[in-house]
């Protein structure tokens, strides 16, 4: 593709490069065959044409000396470092003989395929496992799938959909459009929104509603840019959020300040709500989350007597013990007030056109893999027979039990790991030792990334190099509008796409044809359902909406029959109403009423340990200029957060004699770590927050150092197996304890 002249792309960034969960439209701008800027699609409904730090620094990421762009076969010892360049057909063949071996011997499913966050890879690894017929796919180390799944999975079982705060994403002409109305006040929970880029949310949306006159309410133990502009900062100890919740639905029923005509014609199971919920009168709240309960009462009356009011929440909420449970009294929230589906409240979000990356349901899976795929699914999925929700809400893995599984060999030994975008050591896992531990002991291991990692170096034998979202093309459906990602140059060095790799894996691995030959048959394939394929969306500058009166558009679509398949008006549940008595959680032996559960660790529940360890330790804040653990040697962002930072209150460092800067150790039962302090008024002087997932690729690689990761990876603090009845939620990423001390020498 060599060029003289500079040339626009139009595209959607979605990770390899950006990282990121949003999907904004860039331009990305190429000379010689070289990529020398992007900037903001000033176009594009997304973004209207800001942003990232991640994203204009994309560039210093592709052309980063570091990275790898040949595949490796590992030579010595796993972790010595010591590496020997391969060809493609090499590196195919060993991956094909190895893990058909591994297939003949001990079955399809001891072989896991492993991904971190979402990003676009969801698709391609999918379609690999279940070509190769493997029903363990998950996030290795992510105790009890703590993000975004417990949240899911308390709003399917509440209303069958899923739901986002309206900041008029849903609508082409955004802010303008006449049907669109805006939110009274905005409940920012347990999130940063301008700090990260979030599930399909633009945080600064939040921002153009303020600007707009939205006002906020902000519930976060840390004081942040929008707790400053709240109207109430409820400050609370991390973990208890559940029983807020629950504190301001009793305060909401018992001052009758519900909808009463929503929930008489669509909600189901008040009666029982509102017995439950004398359970937790604002009192009682007050003396579990230390948050008055005038506060609390205040922050219900606002939230309920403003309607239009919307509710926008974070990973933290997933994160609590229980957290599908405080999911479950959150969304009770916006229920009850009718904010459901309205304008500028909490909108039912569908991806765009019908379109989705990968095949969901066991209808599309029995005619693309055969019956026996979808009945093995279950069968030998790790975690699905201890956990109803696992086996009947989403295909992961549970990856408490899986820790286990890999420890144990029962009830069969996993053999080998596929492990694309995910940083397990460094990052994404709770306990890294042990996870370390346990995987070092399978027999083969494959590693698709970028650049070298604590975990690519710990445990790959052969490490395939992957292009970013600059040199391959992609496709975006979450949620709207449905969007391409543009290949702009050629690849670098001999990276492959993320795509190109797995399908030609899928093809030698499958046991059944693969009927597609070209990833863009795929595209295409998945794109059809929405009239459209990536050609037309290309050409269009690379997104569109659906059309007026598609079902994936809002609002009051349960009034319309545009919810269920039935086609009846209601809500996508078993007794098509708003359920804030979940028959689903019912089935699955769950309490179908949300209740309050108790951090493991801390004043209430280990009074003497707390003694001991004082402070509440709220770890993985998100960094505007980081995804997790990626883009440390990123020299233009390295410079905006160059340290491993511990964020303290002024007094409660004084009272332990450190000052601004000064390297601190941070240790709990489990570990000790290093970490700089940042001394600070906004933080709680209860509450120290530690950013996850912090390696230095400047030093030695090779175990035992790993890139320093044993010193500075806060989850060396954190532990596996808290993750309650239901199997989601309930890690200790966000409410353990520590102390905090000098580094003297
Ligand atoms: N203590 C603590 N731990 C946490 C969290 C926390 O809040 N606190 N958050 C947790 C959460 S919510 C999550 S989702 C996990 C995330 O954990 P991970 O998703 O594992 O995050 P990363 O550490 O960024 O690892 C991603 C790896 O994939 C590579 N990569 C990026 N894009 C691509 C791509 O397109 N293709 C391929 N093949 N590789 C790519 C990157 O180079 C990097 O090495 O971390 C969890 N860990
Ligand atoms: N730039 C960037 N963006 C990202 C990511 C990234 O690594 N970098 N990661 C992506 C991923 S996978 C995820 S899951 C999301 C997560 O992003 P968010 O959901 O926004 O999570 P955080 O930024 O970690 O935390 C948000 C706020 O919650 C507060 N908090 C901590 N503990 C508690 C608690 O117990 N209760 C309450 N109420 N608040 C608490 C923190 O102080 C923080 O201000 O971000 C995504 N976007
Ligand atoms: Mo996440």
Known sequence: MAKSKEEKVLSTLWSAGCGSHGGCGCEIFVKDGKVTRVEGDPNHPFNQGRLCAKGLALPQYMYHPDRVTHPLKRVGERGEGKWKQITWDEAYDTIETKLKDIRSKYGAESVIFCQGTGRDIGGAITFLMYAYGSPNWVQVGLAGHACYTPRLGAMYATH?????????????????????????????WAQNPSAGCHDGFYGHWIIDCMKRGSKLIVIDPRSTWFSSRAEVHIQNRPGTDGIIALAMLNVIINEGLYDKEFVKKWCYGFEELKKRVQEYPPEKAEEISWVPADL???????YANNKPSAI?????????????????AINHLWAITGNIDNPGGNVIARNSHGVTTYPFSSAELTELYGA????????????????????????????????????????YPVKAAWIQTSNIIGG???????????????????????????TTMALADIFLPVCTICERDSFRSWWQPLGVSVKAVDEVGESKSD??????????????????????????????????????????????????GDKTRPYYRYEKGLLRADGKPGFDTPT????????????????????????????VSTPDLFKKYPLILTTGRRSPVFFHSEHRMVPWLRELDPDPVIEINDKTAADIGVANGEWVYVENPRGKIKMRAKVTPTSHPKVVTVPHAWWLPETDGKAPNLFSTWDHNVNNLTSMGNQGKSGFGGTNLRSNICRVAKIKD
């Open 160 to 188: 069958g959909h899923y739901a986002v705060a309206d900041c008029s994403q849903f609508l082409e002409k955004r802010f303008e459009d006449p049907e669109y109305v805006l939110p009274k006040y905005i409940i920012i």
């Open 296 to 302: 609390i009462r205040k922050a219900a009356r606002l």
């Open 312 to 328: 926008q929440w974070g990973e933290p909420v997933d994160a609590m013990p229980a957290g599908s449970v405080v999911s479950q």
């Open 372 to 411: 026996d795929l979808v009945k093995r699914l279950n069968e030998k999925r790790i975690g699905a027979n201890d956990y109803p929700m696992i086996k009947g809400f989403r295909g992961w893995v549970q990856p408490d039990v899986l820790i286990e599984q890999m420890e144990t060999g029962k009830p």
């Open 428 to 454: 994404q896992a709770a306990d890294p030792r042990r996870h370390y531990n346990a995987m070092k002991k399978l027999d083969f291991i494959v590693c698709v990334d970028i650049f070298q990692n604590p």
């Open 499 to 548: 795509w190109d790799i797995n399908l030609e894996m899928a093809k030698r691995l499958a046991t059944t044809p693969i009927k597609f030959n070209t990833v863009r048959e795929i595209f295409d394939d998945r794109l059809k359902v929405g009239n459209t394929n990536f050609e037309k969306l290309k050409a269009k500058g690379g997104w569109e909406f659906p059309p007026k």
């Open 576 to 603: 098509g109403k708003v359920e804030l008595y979940a028959k689903r959680f019912e089935e699955w032996g769950l309490d179908p009423l949300p209740y309050y559960e108790e951090p493991k660790e801390g004043p």
